[in-house]
């Protein structure tokens, strides 16, 4: 007589052989009503994976910190970020989590726009936290349709653009245009390697009618 656990693993084998060949399975449509949880080891579940030079980065940088009680890696690492990961570990779901981990950027299978941004201001706007407000809703950014992903880096031990002579690299991605045709400040265009964008440009004020109704 099969026990229990040999009946149990029985059928997930066929079920899972049965999702390979109908699509997905109703096993699939059932844990999409899951509710991941946040891993145990963090990080380190992580990076058994996601093992590459750029995964490990982050934790040289801000968001990186675990002695700062308000980054990212000194709460839930990883999955502060990118979402509780239970389900996306486990060997038997193949990286497959319900539901799926918040990717950023704007690759195959990233999440939208407005969810990437709101991970980002989940810290970035909340007073409470203790980090400086950061405003982003109602800027020209912002209207643009522009990620916080696309301007910005969390995997990396600096962020080139906050940093002023590796800043103008980073907006003239876009802004292609103002390297040769930019404006003439005094006598010629301004040296972007030693001024950057940051000092004339605040891309995160708001609107002067905004300003006065915060």
Request: with cysteine; proline share 4%; glycine share 10%.
């Given at each position: 007589?099969?026990?229990?656990?040999?009946?149990?693993?029985?059928?997930?084998?066929?079920?899972?052989?049965?999702?390979?060949?109908?699509?997905?399975?109703?096993?699939?449509?059932?844990?999409?009503?899951?509710?991941?949880?946040?891993?145990?080891?963090?990080a380190d579940s992580?990076?058994?994976?996601?093992?590459?030079?750029?995964?490990?980065?982050?934790?040289?940088?801000?968001?990186?910190?675990?002695?700062?009680?308000?980054t990212?890696?000194?709460?839930?690492?990883?999955?502060?970020?990118?979402?509780?990961?239970?389900?996306?570990?486990?060997?038997?779901?193949?990286g497959?989590?319900?539901?799926?981990?918040?990717?950023?950027?704007?690759?195959?299978?990233?999440?939208?726009?407005?969810?990437?941004?709101?991970?980002?201001?989940?810290?970035?706007?909340?007073?409470?936290?203790?980090?400086?407000?950061?405003?982003?809703?109602?800027?020209?950014?912002?209207?643009?349709?522009?990620?916080?992903?696309?301007c910005?880096?969390?995997?990396?031990?600096?962020?080139?653009?906050?940093?002023?002579?590796?800043?103008?690299?980073?907006?003239?991605?876009?802004?292609?245009?103002?390297?040769?045709?930019?404006?003439?400040?005094?006598?010629?265009i301004?040296?972007?390697?030693?001024?950057?964008?940051?000092?004339?440009?605040?891309?995160?004020?708001?609107?002067k009618?905004?300003?006065?109704?915060?």
């Open positions: 007589m099969f026990s229990v656990k040999r009946m149990l693993l029985v059928f997930f084998v066929v079920s899972a052989f049965a999702g390979n060949v109908f699509g997905q399975s109703w096993v699939n449509d059932l844990l999409v009503h899951r509710t991941p949880s946040f891993t145990e080891d963090g992580c990076l058994m994976c996601h093992s590459g030079e750029k995964m490990r980065a982050v934790s040289e940088g801000v968001h990186g910190d675990t002695d700062n009680p308000l990212p890696f000194a709460q839930n690492q990883c999955e502060t970020c990118h979402g509780a990961g239970s389900i996306h570990i486990s060997r038997a779901h193949g497959k989590g319900y539901p799926p981990l918040t990717i950023f950027g704007y690759e195959r299978g990233a999440a939208t726009r407005d969810q990437q941004v709101e991970v980002c201001l989940s810290c970035h706007t909340d007073e409470s936290s203790g980090i400086k407000v950061t405003p982003f809703h109602g800027t020209l950014h912002d209207k643009w349709i522009v990620n916080c992903s696309s910005h880096q969390a995997h990396v031990e600096s962020d080139p653009v906050l940093d002023r002579k590796l800043q103008a690299e980073v907006c003239l991605a876009c802004h292609m245009n103002q390297k040769t045709e930019h404006r003439k400040v005094g006598r010629g301004p040296d972007f390697n030693r001024m950057g964008c940051a000092g004339c440009h605040r891309v995160h004020r708001l609107p009618a905004k300003e006065g109704a915060e």
